[in-house]
C-alpha cells in the first residue's frame, strides 16, 4: 500500500481527520453572521469524512459541497449523511483543493477546517477567493503560534513540517493582503486536539498496525503520529490551530 492509502485506512474510521469540535465549528458559524442568511451555498474543502459538513449542513439554510481528495472519506460522509437525514443538503465531490471546478462568485462561504495548509494558507485563500460572492464569507481553520516566544524543539518541527506556521496578526496581514477583512478570531482550545482528534487516533493504531503487519511504512506512520501527539503534549500553550473567519471585500 503506498503511503496516502495508508493515511486514508487510519483516518477513515476517525469522526474528524484534525482538531476540531462541533462546539467550534458553531462558535466559527456564530462569527460568520450565516445563520441569518437563506439559500446558502458553501463549499467545505478537505472535508474528510465531513465532521464540519454535517454541522454547517444541520444548522445552516444551506446546500454543502463537500469536497476531498479522498473518495474513501467522501463515501463515509454520503452513509452519515443518509443516516442523519441530511443527504438533501450534502453533496459530495471528489477533487483537488488546487483545482476546483465552481463557478467564478457562485458560494455564500467557503469553510475549511484543518486542511488549507495542503497547498498552503496564502495560495488557498488566493486560489478559492474567486469562487466567493461578494461580502462572501471564508472561514478556515490553520496552524497558528499562540505566543511570541516558543521551545526550540517545537519551532524547529513546524518550521520543517510547514514553513507557513505564523502568529494570528500574521495570518490575519496576509488575509488583509489578499481582500478578506477579518471578523472573528479563536484558538482551538487542547480538548479540540486531545480528546477530539488525538485519543480517538491513538486508539486506532493497534488495528491498524495488526491489518497492516507486514508493512514497515505503517509502523512509521504510528511512530511519526505518536512524536507529534508527544510534542503537541509538551508545548500545547504555544500552538493551536486558529480558527479565520473573514468577509471577502469588493475588488
Ligand atoms: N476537515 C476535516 C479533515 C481535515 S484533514 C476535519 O476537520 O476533520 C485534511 C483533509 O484534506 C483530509 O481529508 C485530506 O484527504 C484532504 N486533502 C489533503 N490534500 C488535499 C488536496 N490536495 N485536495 C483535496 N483534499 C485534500
Known amino acids: 500500500m503506498d503511503e496516502l492509502s495508508l493515511l486514508a485506512d487510519l483516518h477513515r474510521e476517525g469522526q474528524r481527520q484534525g482538531p476540531g469540535g462541533v462546539e467550534e465549528t458553531r462558535l466559527a458559524i456564530r462569527l460568520s453572521g450565516l445563520r441569518a442568511w437563506t439559500g446558502l451555498k458553501i463549499a467545505d474543502i478537505g472535508c474528510g469524512t465531513g465532521a464540519s459538513s454535517l454541522v454547517l449542513a444541520q444548522d445552516l439554510k444551506a ?54 495548509y495542503n497547498m498552503g494558507f496564502a495560495q488557498g485563500i488566493q486560489s478559492w477567493r474567486r469562487f466567493l460572492k461578494p461580502g462572501g464569507i471564508l472561514a478556515v481553520s490553520e496552524l497558528t503560534w499562540l505566543t511570541r516566544e516558543r521551545p526550540a524543539e517545537l519551532t524547529d518541527h513546524w518550521m520543517r513540517a510547514y514553513p507557513e506556521v505564523d502568529t494570528a496578526s500574521a495570518k490575519m496581514a496576509v488575509l ?57 503534549e509538551r508545548n500545547a500553550d504555544y500552538v493551536s490551530y486558529g480558527f479565520y473567519i473573514a468577509r471577502k471585500t469588493t475588488d
Not at 469536497?67 to 450534502?90: C, M, S, Y
Not at 483537488?96 to 465552481?102: C, D, Y
Not at 479563536?186 to 491498524?208: E, G, S, T
Open 63 to 116: 446546500d454543502v459541497t463537500a469536497v476531498d481528495f479522498l473518495p474513501d472519506f467522501l463515501e463515509k460522509l454520503d452513509r452519515t449523511a443518509q443516516a442523519a437525514g441530511l443527504d438533501h443538503r450534502i453533496t459530495t465531490h471528489a477533487a483537488s483543493m488546487e483545482a476546483l471546478s465552481f463557478a467564478d462568485a457562485s458560494l455564500d462561504a467557503i469553510w475549511s477546517e484543518g486542511a488549507i
Open 176 to 232: 488583509e493582503d489578499n481582500g478578506f477583512a477579518p471578523t472573528g478570531y479563536f484558538a482551538l482550545p487542547r480538548h479540540c486536539w486531545l480528546d477530539n482528534y488525538y485519543r480517538p487516533l491513538q486508539a486506532r493504531f493497534a488495528n491498524f498496525l495488526s491489518r497492516h503487519a507486514a508493512d514497515p511504512m505503517a509502523a512509521e506512520l504510528v511512530a511519526a503520529e505518536e512524536a507529534e501527539i508527544a510534542l503537541y
